[in-house]
């Protein structure tokens, strides 16, 4: 009996099924830790006028900046709730990137479209030094002329910011991310290679690493995690189809001393279920409903989570790491370093105790 070249519809929906409950489940293990509260009361809303601008970069020749206006409106203030209202007004072109600089820019902005400088009741920035900084930054020349214009750090740029440096600042983990971007690079052109890749994977794609969001690095991670042996062999029919030499000797490597390594695959689960969590309080901070008491719940919640990981997550992740191995026919063992030891000379002196 041939053995099939596609997989059935029916064990891609099987497999898409177990796929889904795994991620219900995950994200069902972190939100228990969230006490969030959406029932918060109109009335205790003071904040009326947001302005927040961020830095974004479009092109890379180019340096913008992003405004949005936040503002609330209500015909009644006793018997119609609030409603709080964003405007995105556009990207700005900016040249003098100091704090000052931007702060004019934004000014001239806020004037153009003909709006008092003075009725800002909030602004809200990322953690860069010409944007939040307490002498020469934006927030403290608003401030300035208008002190009722109250600061929020914003809550998402510094999460982002917090898994950025705790992964930056471990070897391992900067290897890890290393690894998934160079499977992504070496499927992503020619369109040859695309196909390989296409014929093995059809569920989830790969996509390249955010800079910028790390959080969202969850997608690249996500696709790799859940079909790890369909890579593997996705890469091997690259190394053996492949005419460049040198990108057959890459696919083989990345396919057998990487999603063959046991400590691969583990670190692969561990970052897929902190970016998970990560990422579910991002979106959460982001939405437009977002209040102060809910965003503190919200991160309270994931220090929760982190701390009830530290304590048992890390023995769920190698069950599932072992799992895992065992369906790639890998052992479940960490590699260990051969420790190289020099032959001694015949002249070399010896001295003895």
């Known amino acids: 009996m041939s053995k099939r070249k596609y997989e059935s519809g029916a064990s891609k929906r099987k497999r898409k099924m177990q796929e889904e409950t795994f991620i219900d489940k995950q994200k069902g293990s972190f939100l228990k830790y969230l006490t969030t509260n959406k029932n918060v009361d109109n009335e205790q809303e003071e904040i009326n006028v947001a302005n927040e601008p961020e830095q974004a970069n479009v092109d890379n020749n180019i340096e913008q900046i992003n405004i949005e206006i936040h503002n609330e409106q209500t015909n009644n203030l006793s018997t119609t709730p609030i409603e709080v209202k964003e405007y995105f007004l556009g990207f700005l072109v900016v040249e003098n990137t100091t704090g000052k600089g931007l702060y004019d820019a934004i000014v001239d902005e806020i004037k153009n479209i003909g709006l008092d400088i003075n009725d800002v009741r909030g602004q809200g920035y990322d953690n860069g030094s010409n944007m939040k900084g307490k002498l020469q930054g934006v927030r403290k020349r608003l401030l300035d002329i208008n002190p009722r214009a109250f600061y929020t750090h914003c809550g998402y740029h510094s999460l982002n910011l917090v898994i950025c440096d705790m992964a930056n600042s471990c070897e391992k983990a900067s290897e890890f991310f290393g690894v998934i971007q160079c499977i992504y690079s070496i499927f992503a052109s020619p369109t040859q290679r695309w196909k390989i890749l296409q014929d093995n994977i059809s569920n989830l794609t790969l996509k390249s690493l955010s800079q910028t969001r ?136 010896v001295h003895l105790l």
């Open 214 to 349: 790390w959080e969202s690095r969850v997608e690249s991670v996500k696709a790799i995690r859940f079909q790890a042996p369909q890579l593997r062999k996705a890469l091997l029919q690259l190394s053996k189809k492949c005419g460049d030499p040198k990108i057959k000797s890459e696919a083989k490597c990345l396919a057998t001393y990487e999603l063959e390594n046991y400590e691969f695959l583990l670190g692969m689960i561990i970052w897929y279920d902190v970016l998970i969590a990560i990422n579910t309080v991002s979106k959460s901070l982001q939405s437009n409903d977002m209040c102060i008491d809910d965003a503190i719940d919200q991160l309270n919640g994931l220090l929760c989570f982190f701390e009830e990981y530290r304590e048992n997550g890390f023995e769920k992740a190698l069950d599932y790491a072992k799992e895992l191995a065992l369906e790639m026919n890998v052992k479940p063992e960490f590699r260990e370093k051969r420790i190289i030891q020099r032959n001694r000379r015949y002249d070399e002196n």
